[in-house]
């Protein structure tokens, strides 16, 4: 809205912010530089009202215009202050900082004032844009090639240009774009680069700039004869040398300590206690002479003086007793985890023959797992077994091989690798080093970790570790390293060759009941600031939550839970309402929410055409259901759930299976042909593959078309083949272990993996029923009920009757 007007002549008319004409543009004022067109410069931006005028016009995508102060000393400058032409420039970047703010601007044309705006936070300005008119006249082409030629004399007397800005000036075919490209990196002061900007006239523009060049030439010419005349014999290091020898000798005579002379002092007493290898020590001490000859100033100086710390604090003869007790090894382990027989008996073997054997290159365990169930503590409680130091190497996301191998010294902010940091941290050469989340390494175009952690792991080369910053060989023989993973497939091929990975299945309800008591609840009352007096949880809460809040492999969200229930007592507490809290398993669905997992497989399986199979998933084994459904259509097969390719071709071949067995099962291959059959696997979020679905998928076809449903206690896992035999598959110990946490009480499991079955702990194996397939007629026989009558919600289910079935039979 604008509130008052005057004519046209630099006076001032006032507008709301809203309001910004079109041809009007935000002023920048500028001072102590100049931008001219087609020239990108940086602008420091500091005065709160430039900042605000800057920052709209980054937001609202307008250009802004440059107008230089008459005075550079005035901090608020007004419309009177400015000079009346100026530059539009475009924004390419804005950066901000805590003081100051900076914008990347490239001129664009050159604008003269018709008047300025008011009602603004900033300076606003209606503008009228002036170009150079340009005809290339015979003079004109004179001049120009005069002034290519004066600024080459000119670059050639200045020093530390571009090479390549002779070549960019000798291109320039624009009289205009010429002048106005040398207006912008000559220099000149600013008030006769104003006068240069204020010209409009090309030849009279062209003519200013050959006055200026000349006497800048001059200028130049006559600075390097004087420097020639005045140039010293003495360098500036030198010069500097000999005022820190006289500094040394007036300190020498005042009596105070040379500070230089006794840090090298004291690194070369290091040196002398850290009783390196020979190889090492004398690098240390190559490195010091050097350190030694060199100013404290120099670039070189700390980095020299860090490469020494390094070296003087590595633990390179440190070496921890190691006292292997078995029995003790024993009740450690069995004090810090429940269960794990299988486990705990490979540790103490491994223990034993580091005992009998200390020289002897015993493997690298790697233990395999779903998350939470005691992979990291297990590392932890052998370092306590061994009375060696723990440390921990994470090697999720590590994707550059320098964080494996270190940094070469040339590279700015070099350090060692990951190992060589965590051997340093341990302050021995002996400790428990843990590689963690190895199958969570990642490549990219700095390197393959996982190919720099190969000499890290090979017994046979480990013993002489090369890391890029030190540039010397450090002994890693003597560390016990110890992998973790919760994916075998996903680990280097090369790297799982190196390692005997030991396999930890989850905990079954009973195992993790006994693990809450002794271990979690203890640490959450802790943490929670209780007492077992203040604060009970009874073993049927505990349960409850194992059963209906979590449905996991390992104890972790279980954990999570305790600790929830206890933060509620402790705010109970807190708030005087109770003196002790007794958890109840009423009380969870206020403390914990509903519940949020329910034993869904009866109501699931309670029509034909759903089958429950079993699947393998990185957090543990869970169950999943396969539904099918017939509708009319031209015999299509059609698959929904973000089924992976696997799953899919086991949909085709078990559907393919079910046709041609389709007498004699009973069912109408005629009416089949007219029906669409649309198998889905719910959680269609999830992505689902791998080849175990073929007899799930195989029995929920046949429920459907048979009118035969599953029982709603068995679940089943398998591939088929297309004779109809059932193939063995992986992961059966996860699977069991799922389908007990899920209510599951018979599992049919491939004849050939029954070898498998033992390794699934006897108290689960005593919960459960195995049915062991070798054909898909095992399948139907134990798993499908007797046919149902007729349901409507099944009328096109392609089905005929017992008699018409012996028909068929007999026709």
Known sequence: MVDASKSESGTTTDHSPAALPEDAIIILPVRNMLLFPGIVLPLTIARPSSVAAAQEAVRSGRKIGLLLQND????????????????????LRYVTSEATHYAICRGVNRFRVKEFLSGFPYIVARIEEVGISEVITPEVEARMSLLKMRAREAIQLLPNLPPELPAAIEGL??????????????????????????????????????????????????????????????SSQQREHILREQLRQIQKELGDDDAKAIELKELSDKIDKARMPKEAEEQARRELKRLERMPEVAAEYGLTRSYLEWLIELPWSKLDPEQIDILEARRILDDDHYGLEKVKRRILEHLAVRKLNPEGKSPILCFVGPPGVGKTSLGQSIARATGRKFVRLSLGGVHDESEIRGHRRTYIGALPGNVIQSIRKAGTRNPVMMLDEMDKLGAGFHGDPAAALLEVLDPEQNAAFRDNYLAIPFDLSKVMLIGTANVIDNIPAAVRDRMEIIEMPGYIEEEKLAIAKRYLLTRQLKSAGLTSEQCEISDDVITT?????????????????????CRYAAMRIAEASVTRFIAAPTDLPAILGPRRFEQEVAMRTSVPGVATGLAWTPAGGDILFVEATSIPGRGKLILTGQLGEVMKESAQAALSLVKSRAIEFGIDTIALQKSDVHVHVPAGAIPKDGPSAGVAMFLALTSLLTRRTVRSDTAMTGEISLRGLVLPIGGVKEKVLGALQAGITTIMLPARNRKDIEDVPENARSRLRFIWLERVDDAIDAALNPPQTRDPRFEGTPHVAPAERQAAHSR
């Open 173 to 234: 075919d624009s009289p205009s774009v010429l002048a106005d490209f040398l207006s912008g990196i000559i220099d000149i002061p600013v008030s006769e680069k104003q006068d240069l900007l204020e010209t409009f006239d090309v030849t009279q523009l062209l003519d200013k700039l050959l006055g200026l060049l000349a006497k800048r030439i001059q200028v130049l010419q006559l600075s390097k004869a004087i420097g020639e005349q005045t140039q010293q014999t003495l």
């Open 545 to 565: 939550v194992i059963r209906n809040y979590t449905r996991e492999a390992g104890v972790r969200n279980l954990e999570r839970h305790i600790g929830a229930i």
């Open 72 to 91: 550079p000393a005035v901090e608020q400058p007004g419309p009177e202050d400015l000079r009346h032409v100026g530059t539009v420039a475009e924004i």
